[in-house]
């Protein structure tokens, strides 16, 4: 018997017995690649499943036409606030506020008129504004302050007094 262990033929992977201190054998012939590894149900990666084409871009639209149809990861651009229709309800709280001094009209007549045309423009405009509950309270609050300055005006023609002194 001899002192050394028998170690057994070595693996085709392992160190060649040239003494030279190879490396490990490389998938070839004999052994599948990376790619085809078997047994692991994966598709290979040429082509996913479910993933079929992606769709095209199809024809841009020109100046003045909204996109119909968006990209990946894009979304549609968000509405913008028309800014008479902001304009209109702040007018409008100013004049009402002001109602019963001479210059609150101009502020409640300013805000109604402005509540009207940004109404049509949100109306018109296709989704692309927005601002119309605004606009409509600019109406509302300039309509309830021309009425109440008719009162105001009324109740001092009628009275007579156009002073402000309470003596």
């Known amino acids: 018997m001899t002192d050394t262990p028998n170690w057994g033929t070595p693996d085709p992977g392992g160190w060649d017995q040239s003494g030279q201190g190879g490396y490990p054998q490389q998938p070839g012939a004999g052994q599948p690649g990376y790619g085809q590894q078997p047994g692991y149900g994966q598709p290979d990666y040429g082509q996913q499943p479910g993933y079929g084409q992606q ?26 606030t028309d800014g008479l229709a902001i304009a209109s309800m702040v007018t409008s709280i100013v004049g009402f506020v002001l109602c019963f001094c001479w210059i609150g009209i101009i502020g409640c007549i300013a805000g109604l008129i402005m509540g009207f045309i940004s109404r049509k423009r949100i109306n018109e405009s ?37 002073s402000y002194s309470t003596t």
Request: aromatic share 12%; net charge neutral.
């Open 126 to 162: 296709g989704g692309a504004l927005t601002g119309a509950g605004m606009a409509l309270a600019g109406m509302i609050v300039g309509g309830v302050g021309i009425v109440l300055f008719a009162v105001g005006l009324v109740w001092l023609i009628v009275t007579g007094d156009w």
């Open 55 to 80: 769709p095209g871009y199809g024809q841009q639209p020109g100046y003045g036409q909204a996109p119909q149809q968006y990209g990946y990861g894009y979304s549609a651009p968000t509405p913008k």
